[in-house]
């Protein structure tokens, strides 16, 4: 079946960008000095490295395994490449986390809704997916905040209204809530 074929590469492709942002996420906590920024990194490998063993599980449940695509290896090498050299500032290469975490947010998403519309044993296969797409969506508001602040220190040279943090919290508070909503 064509359509299992294309999900088990698609989720291949989604584990193997997890494994990617778990190793930038590592290299970026190295490259900052700010302990916030850094508690927030912390927080975000945790979850990536839990997340990418429930990406791990939906694929044993869905019974078939592919490798990732060439073009999305290639892809990724390029990220690493780009990301471990010096020609992007690291507010450059915080902005391609969230890229990376929008991308992740969406592939989550798109597979959870291929595997509505083939059948009932991968949409439950798919399901925990939707937990890893929510924790994706909170980090995007997390690098948000992140970004505001590495932006305004390379760019300006001043620190930024500390009350960000604040309305980046309200927003992953707000996240949170509706994966508990969506769960219950």
């Known amino acids: ?5 294309t999900l088990a590469t698609k989720l291949a492709d989604l584990k193997l960008f997890q494994n990617v942002l778990i190793e930038q996420e590592q290299k970026l906590m190295a490259a900052t000095d700010d302990s ?3 508690e927030r990194l912390e927080g975000m490998l945790k979850r990536d490295r839990e997340n990418l063993g429930t990406i791990e599980t939906a694929i044993a ?5 592919a490798e990732s695509r060439d073009i999305t290896q290639k892809h990724a090498e390029k990220v690493n490449q780009m990301m471990s ?5 690291l ?3 915080f902005f391609q986390l969230e890229l990376l975490k929008h991308q992740q947010t969406m592939t989550g998403l798109v597979l959870h809704k291929v595997a509505q519309s083939l ?3 991968l949409q439950n296969a ?7 797409n929510f924790e994706n969506r909170a ?12 932006g305004t220190r390379e760019m300006a040279g001043k620190e930024p209204d500390m009350g960000l943090w604040a309305s980046v919290e309200q927003g992953i508070a707000a996240l949170k809530g509706a994966v508990g909503s969506a769960a219950s």
């Open 1 to 5: 079946m064509a359509d299992m074929t």
């Open 36 to 38: 916030t920024i850094r």
């Open 61 to 65: 449940k869905s019974g078939t395994t």
């Open 85 to 89: 050299g010096s020609e992007l500032t």
């Open 91 to 93: 507010y450059d290469k």
């Open 119 to 121: 059948d009932d044993t």
């Open 126 to 132: 798919m399901e925990p997916l939707n937990k890893v």
């Open 139 to 150: 980090h995007q508001e997390v690098l948000k905040g992140v970004l505001y602040f590495v």
